[in-house]
């Protein structure tokens, strides 16, 4: 019964419900798109350690998980190596370059990426092959650069660092693709780890006798539901490291953390805003429908069915809104050029819309307490 | 012998408001038949609303008794008193009577929805008592649609649809001229005694009693003159 009245009073008129609707619709545009803003931004920071093939890091210690600070060297590898529930390690180095190729208009900026051959931390392969070794010059791009260019397996591109204050340039052949895995807002070039370290931007010349040393080292164990016990023998095992999750590296990323917070405000505010105007807009609505609410309530219309009819009417013009704001944002989404980090999940979207459809409910509860406590004795001009 | 379906003893309302007492209706008696057809009249502040809104179980009687179809409205729970009003009550306003979304069919089958059942016989019904009532060719109109005294006839057919025992009507014509006051009032006349309903209609225009089978006066909460005989109704008519 609540829903019969409700749908005929939103159907009978058609106009204003549709006009509310699109409230809906721009806010739920606005709140989807800082929804995939914030996606995009975090993901543009943090996809390849998210996707990092490891449980846990190792960094040096005191330098509060910084991955440009961190250094590791060989033989601390090895200590870590032979902790029981590892099983197996790899040795990860961070740095910036710009990748130049023949034919492309443009140098992209990228991330750096020293890997050992068949260890943690190297991505899978879309297309070509892996790195077999640790020196070679040979590379492989992160998806986001085939989208970008036509770089194909078997090209030679060239990296430019800088070398003391000086720009070097290596040239370096394609051998594979992996997916999209950007680290720094910056697309990643995964480089055999001698070769990284060879070419990596330094202040001055190495003199050679310098220790090979890593950023970081991606554990991965034999069961990863024991993170938290081969954490603590790695700790006690090996001196002068510290260890962490990926999420809790991620959150240390420089600004990640800020950036979040900020997003996710501005997408709290909105669905904020989202709330009062539904709220508003139903309160005004049932204020207008006193005189009628009691007239039902007088000829025996229980509170029950007057207020599922205000919830009904509430569920269907959010649903109704909401469903055109994701349609016109997923319009729109199609038409985004290239590089713009806006990015749209299933999950994240989903969570989003579920938010916006509960929002109206929930702004509306105000009218719903509103139109049950319309006195039925209005209907004959009295009051108890 | 037609039966007794509404029947107070000794009701009163009292409205008290810090040491201000009020009595909008002081101990009133009254009872009233199947099939028949009662104007409670009045000046305004007499207490015939206040009246009417206790037998409809929308307000207690802070006093005295009331029953409807043999139930005490008096010992009713809240929830008891909704149901019982869509069950046995038919109501007619005099204004926002219907609900501006539902077209004119929608309205009277209304009752029966509330009601959780509007079978095809509730629906024949429904469509026979609006041709008896001219407004078959206004079944799917909107109430903005139709003029008032059509919404009013509107109304009579709602508060009928649902076969209630008792119809009650506030100021059905106060909207409307005086000769669609007269259609509308004539026409609720004749269902009330087509379908053998206790009917009262709180009104101040004493030329509607001329439709009705007894006069009830009210002033000051108190019955002040009930007339039953047709001649005495029809001079308490003239002399305004």
């Given at each position: 019964m609540g829903f019969y009245l409700a749908s005929k009073e939103v159907w009978r008129n058609k106009g204003r419900y549709i006009l509310f609707s699109m409230v809906i619709a721009l806010i739920t545009v606005l709140v989807l798109f800082i929804a995939a803003l914030a996606e995009g931004l975090g993901l543009a920071n943090k996809e390849y350690l998210d996707k990092l093939d490891a449980e846990l890091l190792a960094f040096q210690a005191?330098?509060?998980?910084s991955l440009n600070s961190s250094r590791i060297s060989r033989a601390k590898l090895n200590d870590i190596r032979r902790?029981?529930?590892?099983e197996e390690i790899g040795p990860l180095g961070f740095s910036v370059g710009t990748l130049i190729a023949a034919g492309e208009r443009d140098p992209i900026d990228v991330s750096l990426i020293g890997i050992e051959a068949g260890m943690p931390g190297n991505p899978p392969i879309l297309e070509g092959r892996g790195i077999?070794?640790?020196?070679?010059n040979e590379v492989i791009l992160d998806g986001n650069i085939r989208a970008q260019t036509n770089i194909k397996v078997g090209d030679t591109i060239t990296i430019k660092t800088i070398q003391g204050s000086d720009e070097s340039f290596f040239n370096l052949q394609v051998i594979g693709f992996t997916d999209k895995r950007q680290y720094l807002y910056q697309p990643s070039v995964f480089l055999p780890y001698q070769t990284w370290d060879r070419i990596r931007a330094q202040g001055g010349m190495s003199s050679g006798l310098v220790d090979l040393t890593s950023n970081i080292v991606a554990i991965k164990l034999?069961?990863?539901?024991n993170a938290e016990s081969v954490k603590a023998l790695i700790k006690s095992q090996v001196d002068g490291i510290e260890l962490a999750d990926i999420p809790t590296t991620i959150e240390a990323i420089p600004g990640y953390a800020a950036q979040q917070t900020t997003t996710n405000t501005q997408k709290s505010f909105t669905l904020l805003i989202g709330l009062l105007v539904i709220g508003g807009f139903f309160q005004i609505q049932t204020l207008q429908k006193v005189p009628q609410i009691g007239v039902l309530k007088a000829i025996g219309a229980p509170n029950k069915i007057i207020a599922t009819a205000v919830v009904f009417q509430i569920i269907l013009v959010t649903t109704f809104g909401v469903l055109i704001g994701t349609t016109i944002t997923i319009l729109l989404s199609l038409g985004l050029p290239q590089g713009i980090p806006i990015v749209f999940t299933p999950q994240n979207t989903l969570i989003q819309i579920v938010s916006l459809v509960l929002i109206g409910p929930i702004g509306g509860l105000l009218a719903v307490r509103l139109a049950t406590r319309v006195e039925p004795l209005t209907a004959l001009g009295l009051s108890s | 012998m037609s039966s007794t379906v509404i029947e107070t003893k000794a009701i009163s309302k009292i409205y008290q408001t810090g040491e201000m007492v009020v009595k909008?209706?002081?101990?009133v008696s009254m009872q009233v038949r199947q099939g028949e057809f009662v104007a409670l009249v009045g000046p305004s502040g007499s207490g015939k609303t206040t009246m009417l809104a206790m037998l409809a179980a929308l307000l207690s009687p802070s006093e005295g008794e009331a029953f409807i179809d043999g139930q005490?409205?008096?010992?009713?729970?809240d929830i008891d008193r909704v149901a019982f009003r869509r069950q046995k009550i038919g109501f007619t306003f005099q204004?926002?009577?219907?609900?501006?979304?539902?077209t004119v069919l929608e309205n009277v089958e209304l009752m029966m929805q509330l009601n959780g059942k509007l079978s095809e016989a509730d629906h024949e019904r429904a469509l026979n008592l609006l041709m008896r009532l001219g407004l078959e060719e206004r079944l799917?109109?909107?109430?903005?649609?139709?003029?008032g005294g059509q919404q009013q006839r509107v109304a009579i057919a709602r508060s009928l649809i649902h076969n209630p025992s008792v119809v009650l009507a506030d100021?059905?014509?106060?909207?409307?001229d005086t000769e669609r006051a007269y259609q509308v009032v004539q026409i609720f006349a004749d269902l009330i005694h087509e379908e053998n309903k206790a009917g009262i209609m709180v009104t101040h225009?004493?030329?509607?009693?001329?439709?009705?089978?007894r006069v009830i006066q009210m002033i000051d909460g108190t019955i002040e003159l009930e007339l039953n005989d047709r001649h005495d109704i029809n001079e308490f008519i003239s002399c305004g």
């Open positions: 005191n330098v509060d998980l902790v029981e529930g590892v077999l070794a640790s020196r070679g034999v069961d990863p539901q | 909008a209706v002081d101990s005490d409205l008096g010992i009713m729970k204004q926002n009577n219907l609900v501006p979304y539902l799917n109109n909107l109430p903005s649609q139709i003029s100021e059905p014509t106060a909207s409307l225009d004493l030329r509607m009693c001329r439709y009705v089978d």
